[in-house]
């Protein structure tokens, strides 16, 4: 059964950096084909992908955001960390870490986490 | 504004069926058959409903099928039941740049 959580602080102030941890379990981050990346959502908007880290440290970024984002993953302890630096209020929203798999989706999701950005 | 184009609600009785356009361009939805839908209820994460345009994940309800002709991809709910009531978003892959877009999402509401 495939899991993944994510945990970091609930608020940050405007031009701090958010550091996000995806633990997850029921896979493996060195299997070939696997990814793990972070989406998030605004309230009441739509979702937006930004980022995600493959099997073999290959990684993508959002074309808009890849200045702001960086991905690492931490095979041995099942754990993907994303950074966001100069955050703003307009990056406030539910940050959820994701599974990727070859049939190209993301098919299994954690259950979000909500940041805050405000001083 | 999202990359991929959906109407911004949908509605249908109990028993109907609906369908949720998402038009993409020929770099995304016209080029690659690797278009998804996800559903998400108020409050909850996204839920896979179809992978690979027209393919559903085991446990999703066959009530959902997916469908593409060109740049221009389709969900289609039959059978409409209360529980479908929700947020419906297509996401397409763009090629190793862009990796992936997002549709803007569609509201249903189960009349």
């Known amino acids: 059964q495939i899991t993944l959580k994510e945990s970091g602080p609930t608020l940050v102030k405007p031009t701090q950096t958010l550091t996000l941890t995806c633990t997850f379990s029921?896979?493996?981050?060195?299997?070939?084909?696997?990814?793990v990346g972070w989406i998030r959502q605004s309230p009441g908007k739509a979702l937006e992908w930004l980022t995600l880290i493959y099997w073999d440290d290959d990684k993508r970024y959002s074309p808009s955001l890849k200045s702001r984002l960086t991905i690492t993953k931490d095979t041995s302890k099942n754990q993907v960390v994303l950074t966001m630096t100069n955050m703003d209020p307009v990056d406030t929203a539910t940050y959820y870490c994701?599974?990727?798999?070859?049939?190209?989706?993301?098919?299994?999701w954690g259950q979000g986490t909500l940041v805050t950005v405000s001083s | 504004q999202s990359a991929l184009t959906q109407p911004a609600s949908v509605s249908g009785s109990p028993g109907q069926s609906i369908t949720i356009s998402c038009t993409g361009t020929s770099s995304d939805v016209g080029t690659y058959n690797l278009l998804s839908w996800y559903q998400q209820h108020p409050g909850k994460a996204p839920k896979l409903m179809i992978y690979?345009?027209?393919k559903r994940p085991s446990g999703v309800s066959n009530r959902f099928s997916g469908s593409k002709s060109g740049n221009t991809a389709s969900l289609t709910i039959s059978g409409l039941q209360a529980e479908d009531e929700a947020d419906y978003y297509c996401c397409s892959y763009a090629g190793t740049s862009t990796f992936v877009v997002f549709g803007g999402g569609t509201k249903l509401t189960v009349l």
């Open positions: 994701v599974h990727w798999a070859l049939p190209y989706s993301f098919d299994y």
């Open positions: 690979e345009v027209s």
């Open positions: 029921g896979f493996s981050l060195s299997t070939s084909g696997v990814g």
